[in-house]
């Protein structure tokens, strides 16, 4: 048996064991998890240390670097992220009354869990947090797939978590991290269609895409984060700059960062005047349209075509637009159905804007930082599905779980 087909098959056979766990048990056991990565934020952190020099000697992006980094603060997000996750109720045994047919037979329907999610990432430790305690509540077995930038960060998360199983005599394959990097074991992972549900990456579009082609699993898809942010003619301005600085600079190497701003052309020469001052004490980069450029010192003029990047770092391109309906068009073109955000005082718009943007998470008058599964009480995230099969948005713990039918008859056969 390869070491693939072992650690999943592991994860198979643990999660069986999960399932008959009662809420109060799996509480308790995260409840402990979060108080042991406080308890161990020295030896993470010195973990992850080892991790971040790699990357710096590997000269990796800044925007990758910051995803990396690990520090008191946000060692403490992820225990109070488990502990947001134990407050919530517990999707698995919810039951769902359908209806009750004319031969006497009651129909209902059953949350259980998917059985084993395989996680796919690069250099994100904290989804080995995140993903253990959610698949844990939820009834499912994890496998950790985390990238070589990571691989020390996550094995110590997940070995604090593995303490706290153990002492439950709870099997530790349950949070199986992959200790081996290299891509063919990566290749094999994705073929276990016997033991393995459904497989989520989460990292840049070359990696989603990656497994999206090669996986025989089911693939929960997450693509690049193009957020905009249109200001409407009747935007409060004040407001509008706020949630510009706060989506684009507070931290620009995550996927609900700004990376658009639409202007509407009747309050563009007073909000660009005002973004030029803004933008340029925050060192932003700008890149537009020949219109929005003339508002910018050293802006990169972009062609119609040239718009709908990523940029993960301190840059952002500028679109103005003659009404509601070229606002709603140039993010149909331009979007990745991540985060929209509308900043208006005009709540007709506003509700029409929600409508028709296809987005997963269409925010009015609120930063795109706020999408996040953290941010929308779902304790934690095991990412955010801009596919729409079969969750959309960030996925939280009734994600990570199905429905199943349930008959209940008194003798009753078909005729």
Do not use: W
Not at 52 to 76: F, K, S, V, W
Not at 196 to 218: A, C, K, Q, W, Y
């Amino acid at each position: 048996m390869s070491l693939i087909t072992d650690i999943s098959s592991q994860a198979a056979h643990a999660a069986t064991q999960l399932a008959l766990l009662d809420t109060a048990t799996k509480n308790q056991v995260l409840t402990e998890m979060a108080q042991a990565l406080r308890e161990s934020k020295a030896f993470i952190i010195k973990e992850n240390e080892s991790d971040l020099a790699a990357a710096r000697d590997n000269n990796l992006p800044g925007a990758m670097i910051d995803r990396l980094t690990l520090n008191d603060e946000r060692i403490e997000a992820m225990a109070e992220g488990i502990e947001v996750i134990v407050s919530l109720d517990d999707p698995v045994g919810q039951l769902r009354e359908i209806t009750e047919r004319p031969n006497g037979i009651k129909i209902s329907k059953m949350r259980v869990p998917l059985g084993v999610v395989c996680m796919i990432y690069e250099a994100r430790p904290n989804v080995t947090a995140d993903a253990g305690a959610l698949c844990f509540k939820s009834g499912n077995g994890v496998i950790l797939r985390g990238g070589k930038e990571a691989l020390k960060s996550s094995q110590a998360i997940a070995s604090v978590m593995h303490k706290v199983l153990e002492k439950h005599g709870l099997p530790t394959a349950l949070i199986s991290v992959i200790p081996d990097p290299d891509r063919g074991l990566l290749m094999e992972l994705m073929q276990q269609r016997d033991t393995i549900d459904l497989i989520i990456p989460r990292g840049g579009e070359g990696l989603i895409n990656f497994v999206t082609e090669n996986s025989t699993i089911p693939v929960i898809q997450h693509f690049k984060g193009v957020c905009h942010l249109y200001v409407d003619k009747d935007a409060d301005l004040n407001v509008a700059i706020n949630l510009l600085l706060n989506g684009k600079t507070q931290r620009t190497g995550v996927c609900n960062a700004l990376e658009g701003l639409v202007v509407h052309q009747d309050i563009a020469d007073e909000f660009l005047n005002l973004c030029a001052v803004v933008l340029r004490q925050e060192g932003v980069k700008v890149n537009a349209d020949a219109k929005a450029a003339a508002y910018f010192d050293n802006a990169t003029v972009l062609a119609d075509d040239e718009f709908g990047e990523e940029y993960l770092d301190l840059e952002i391109a500028i679109k103005v637009v003659p009404d509601f309906a070229g606002a709603i068009d140039h993010i149909a073109k331009f979007g990745s159905n991540h985060t929209e955000v509308i900043c208006t005082k005009d709540q007709a718009a506003a509700q029409l804007f929600q409508r028709s943007v296809d987005a997963s998470v269409v925010m009015v008058n609120a930063s795109s930082r706020f999408s996040d599964g953290s941010q929308l009480g779902l304790g934690a995230e095991i990412g955010i599905a801009t596919t729409k099969l079969h969750a959309y948005g960030p996925m939280g713990l009734e994600s990570l779980t199905t429905e199943k039918y349930l008959v209940n008859g008194e003798g009753q056969i078909r005729e």
